[in-house]
């Protein structure tokens, strides 16, 4: 099964600030790479599909980028609703497999 | 507008079965395949199966295969998921999401239903 590992696993930021989270695959998937975000108590919501390609009604503060088996998400510039957990899926390979999770906290 | 609404959730002894459904309505069902994702309590999200847009073909996570079957009825607009031989691990939230056009990714999500795994 291909691995999905998220770092960092916990981010501490302000509103405002630029954020990076980065997502490496355990061998090549192409750009086959989902970024979702989960609030707390919420079903998750898909930001980013295809790596980089952005889901309609998502901001354009967040973007993606990378491929083969870096990938990465970016906040531009954080806002209130913007803290919760995030998660890449991969989804060029059976089974399927989500990172571990990036929980983002507010400083 | 889609929506996803998932039942059948609940607490089981180890060993039993449980079957889950999802109505989907607001899209037409038949033409796209539906993913089965669970969450451990505090945990991440774990990819559990996906069925195609007319049932030929599903997919399983190793940690469930052999246990669970997904199926879908496309006359009932409904999606299943028969858990057979429940484990205290198997305790989680569990969401059907929309697939998008064969994919992989899912676009839609429900609001998931807590199954409990315990003696």
């Known amino acids: 099964d291909i691995q999905m590992t998220q770092s960092p696993s916990t981010l501490s930021a302000s509103v405002g600030d630029r954020v990076t989270i980065t997502c490496r695959a355990s061998?090549?998937?192409?750009?086959?790479l989902a970024w979702y975000q989960q609030r707390p108590g919420k079903a998750p919501k898909v930001l980013i599909y295809?790596?980089?390609s952005l889901e309609s009604g998502v901001p354009s503060r967040f973007s993606g980028s990378g491929s083969g088996t870096e990938f990465t998400l970016t906040i531009s510039s954080l806002q209130p609703d913007d803290f919760a957990a995030y998660y890449c899926q991969q989804y060029n390979f059976y089974p399927y497999t989500f990172g571990q999770g990036t929980k983002l906290e507010i400083k | 507008q889609v929506e996803l609404v998932e039942s059948g959730g609940g607490v089981v002894q180890p060993g039993r079965s449980l079957r889950l459904s999802c109505a989907a309505s607001?899209?037409?069902?038949?033409?796209?395949?539906m993913h089965w994702v669970r969450q451990a309590p505090g945990k991440g999200l774990e990819w559990v199966s996906l069925i195609a847009y007319d049932g030929a073909n599903t997919y399983y996570a190793d940690s469930v295969k052999g246990r669970f079957t997904v199926s879908r009825d496309n006359s009932k607009n409904t999606l299943y998921l028969q858990m057979n031989s429940l484990r205290v691990d198997d305790t989680a939230v569990y969401y059907c999401a929309k697939d998008q056009y064969s994919s992989g990714w899912c676009d839609y999500w429900g609001h998931g239903t807590l199954v409990t795994v315990s003696s």
């Open positions: 607001g899209f037409t069902f038949n033409n796209y395949g």
């Open positions: 061998q090549s998937i192409n750009t086959w």
């Open positions: 295809k790596a980089s």
